[in-house]
């Protein structure tokens, strides 16, 4: 079945990087875009970023345009998120999730997260 | 941007229960909103795609309803199991945006 292990989250200094991966397996990866989502505790999700199937699309929410970058790699089935420059307020679960369908719309399978953790 | 706005916050229900929530959108988005539910320690599961198509799975308790820029997720004879936060989620454009999120408490 479809499965999405993320890995890569941990506790770091803000002003530091870290780079998620997303381990896609069960489906054509190269057939679906892919997202990143985020919740910071207590709070509700935030939409991160987008790529298309190619990786020739992306696109940033405007909260994270310039210090975080999504990027993928068809012949390892892994989506990655970039983060430079990291925040206090970038302390969050990170999910990554699968389009249900080719060209867009819902998000229907989605990874158990990994939490990133911002803190001197 | 499409701001989702999502009504009430909160909710109490007793089980057997009957829940409504609404998703309003800042401008049309024809039928583009999906609905998702998150427990703690989970991640978020799809419900309902295209404002009323249930997905594979999902118990037929759970139906949504509206087009445009009204929405509207209904669990009717709600179980202890449905005690979680609920978002709609609109891909009508980019950025993508959730609903801030309702949380019912069973």
């Known amino acids: 079945q479809e499965q999405l292990v993320e890995s890569g989250g941990g506790v770091i200094q803000p002003g530091r990087s870290l780079r998620l991966s997303c381990a896609a397996s069960g489906f054509s990866f190269s057939s679906y875009g892919m997202h990143w989502v985020r919740q910071a505790p207590g709070k509700g999700l935030e939409w991160v970023a987008v790529i298309s199937s190619d990786g020739s699309v992306k696109y940033h929410a405007d909260a994270i345009r310039g210090q975080f970058t999504i990027s993928r790699d068809n012949s390892k089935n892994t989506l990655f998120l970039q983060m430079n420059r990291l925040r206090p307020e970038d302390t969050a679960v990170y999910y990554c999730?699968?389009?249900?369908?080719?060209?867009?719309?819902?998000?229907?399978?989605w990874g158990q997260g990994t939490l990133v953790s911002v803190s001197s | 941007e499409v701001v989702l706005s999502q009504s009430p916050d909160f909710q109490s229900v007793t089980p057997k229960g009957k829940v409504t929530i609404t998703c309003r959108a800042s401008q049309s988005i024809g039928t583009s909103l999906h609905w998702y539910q998150k427990k703690p320690g989970q991640s978020p599961k799809l419900l309902i795609k295209y404002a009323s198509q249930s997905f594979s799975g999902v118990p037929s308790r759970f139906s949504g309803s509206g087009s445009g820029t009204d929405f509207t997720l209904t669990i009717n004879s709600l179980e202890a199991e449905d005690a979680a936060t609920y978002y709609c989620h609109q891909s009508s454009g980019l950025p993508r945006t959730f609903g801030q999120g309702t949380k019912v408490e069973i």
């Open positions: 999730a699968k389009e249900g369908q080719i060209g867009g719309g819902f998000l229907d399978s």
